[in-house]
């Protein structure tokens, strides 16, 4: 695409599955790609591949602050997108997460994000344009049992982006969300020492369902039906990026645009008995 070349953009979670594939696809359309990850070693594995990497971790104001000024300073401050990955699942019945549980989960899927998307934004007011792009979740609108905490990380996300849209409307800054159902991913892999680490299996009154949920997180293949690679969401990101008129959601797998359409014409309790059985 012309003039990609002098576009810059910031993604997190470039480690693995969408954050390397969608860094990966961009450079490959011209974009100059910041693919940060938390861990020096994906740094340096990230930065043997040709990709110009970063450490940056979510939990950490100073990373966050350390990481967006090498950017900017790197680009002549100058920003074109930033697309929010970097996430992780915690599972668990809502009444067996503790307080320090569920604030971690939001550290990283919340907190982090929003205090990166506010660093970036002046930049992005400043040479007058910018696109933000936040990946949320089919669990951004749709809840599912012993996924409590991501769920509502996600809910937080969505809320935060439709408001952050609607505060930028008098700009040329625009803010989407992608929605991904199942993507083939380390994330069931990235969220089982969190469950192992955070949850009393055995103490708790659901213990028969997580060890279900244990064998679902040790699978080494896809367990869903309709898991997507996660191409398809750089498919999403990259119109979000060079559409005039991005969309304010993109759906990502047929368990998004399924449980979106239901979710419109189905009475509560109807969507609930589904989302129980999923």
């Known amino acids: 695409m012309t003039g990609t070349d002098s576009r810059a ?13 969608v860094a990966q696809g961009l450079r490959q359309r011209g974009y100059r790609v910041f693919a940060t990850a938390r ?24 990373s966050i602050n350390w990481a967006v000024d090498e950017i900017l300073a790197r680009t002549g401050g ?4 930033l697309f929010n990955n970097g996430a992780y699942g915690q599972p668990g019945a809502v009444e067996d997460l ?3 549980v569920l604030r971690a989960q939001f550290e990283t899927n ?11 934004i002046p930049a992005m007011r400043r040479q007058g344009h910018g696109r933000i792009i936040m990946n949320s979740s089919v669990l951004g609108f749709a809840a599912m049992p012993m996924r409590g905490a991501y769920t509502a990380s996600k809910f937080a996300v969505e809320g ?9 409307a008098d700009t040329p800054i625009h ?3 992608v929605e991904p159902g199942p993507i083939k991913s380390r994330f069931r892999a990235n969220a089982l020492p969190h469950f192992l680490n955070n949850i ?3 103490a708790s009154p659901h213990a028969g369902q997580y060890h279900a949920t244990l064998i679902r997180l040790e699978s080494e293949g896809p367990v869903v039906p309709f898991t997507l690679p996660p191409e398809a969401v750089l498919k999403k990101v990259v119109h979000a990026l060079e559409s005039r008129r991005p969309k304010a959601r993109y759906y990502v797998t047929v368990p998004t645009y399924l449980f979106g359409y239901l979710r419109r014409i189905l009475p509560v309790w109807v969507m609930d008995h589904i989302l129980r059985r999923v």
Not at 43 to 57: H, I, K, Q, T, Y
Not at 78 to 81: D, E, I, K, N, P
Not at 110 to 120: D, H, K, P, Q, S
């Open 175 to 177: 803010v989407a969300l």
């Open 39 to 62: 861990k020096l070693q994906d740094v340096d594995r990230l930065n043997a591949l040709g990709l110009e990497s970063l450490p940056l971790d979510l939990d950490d104001s100073d």
């Open 9 to 21: 953009v910031l993604i997190t979670g470039c480690s693995s599955g969408i954050g390397l594939c």
């Open 200 to 202: 009393d299996i055995d």
């Open 110 to 120: 919340v907190f982090g994000w929003l205090e990166l998307t506010n660093r970036v």
């Open 160 to 168: 935060l982006s439709d408001t952050l849209r609607m505060e930028l």
């Open 98 to 100: 503790r307080r320090e």
């Open 78 to 81: 100058r920003l074109y997108g």
